[in-house]
């Protein structure tokens, strides 16, 4: 009672069941162990916001590691590693913020390559963007962007302020194909839903922002769309400088509420403020609070991955 693992493992005469070295002094990367069947079953988790590379260590010997993406279901062999005293040494690079599982469960073998892939820029995806607002929410039908920007930086108060999903459409041309593209979006804000020449490509809800689109593209004209969900805050913000149109009791320790439901809500007619969002707390964000970045920001990008070979 009352003994750490570490406390433990050393009266054991054990190793640790995991370590994270790494060159960077404060990273700090968490794990979770347990056994299914014969495979061995390491969950690990990078908690800080910026790539993590350095040397897991595990208390495994005899088996080859692999790499279970659990966003993509990816599964890959992790062929740099070796073994001392019982246990094995993996080199890794975590996005930022970034999980995954680490798999021993076949035999110990040699494979060529590294452990993860490495990219290389092929082209730009620069524009124009025609980006298509929903009705109702304060923005525009649509908007020409010529370059990428954060809609909180756009002139127009309904884009600047908007709150929702956006929708990007770009066409670009493409002369050669690779045997492995990824299209990498860059800065996102926050969550984008990616559709190419048609084909539902998925949804990035973390960074990187980047998607396999090796079946999708094809040579000469593509068309991109990515649908971009962004956060409520901003078009709170740009409703605060407009009239208010809920009754309130008075101010209270935890914050006004709302005395009645307004007219316009329980008729479900227009709301006579202009006003888009409403909440039963009063004054969450005020009409100067900063607004936060929104929407597609980049920059996008056309990249090729390095073969394992190459490597």
Known sequence: SGVSFEELFKRLNLPPDFEWRASAPDAEVLYIHRRVGEAEVYFISNQQYRQAEGAAIFRVAGKSPEWWDPASGAIRPLPEYHEEAG???VPLRLDPAGSGFVVFRGKRETARGKNWLEFKDLQPIAGPWQVS?????GAPASAKLDKLISLSEHAEPGIRFFSGTATYACQFEIADLKSQMFLDLGDVQVIAEVKLNGRDLGILWKPPFCVDVTDALRRGPNNLEVRVTT???NRMIG????PDDVPWNRE??????PASWPDWLVNGTPRPSGRVTFCTRKDVYAKDDPLLPSGLI??????????MEEQ
């Open 87 to 89: 246990r094995t040494t």
């Open 133 to 137: 607002f929903p009705p109702n929410l």
């Open 252 to 257: 209270r320790r935890r914050g006004a509420y």
């Open 231 to 233: 956060l409520w805050p």
């Open 298 to 307: 980049g920059p996008v990008t056309l990249r090729t991955v390095t073969s």
């Open 239 to 242: 409703d605060a400088a407009l």
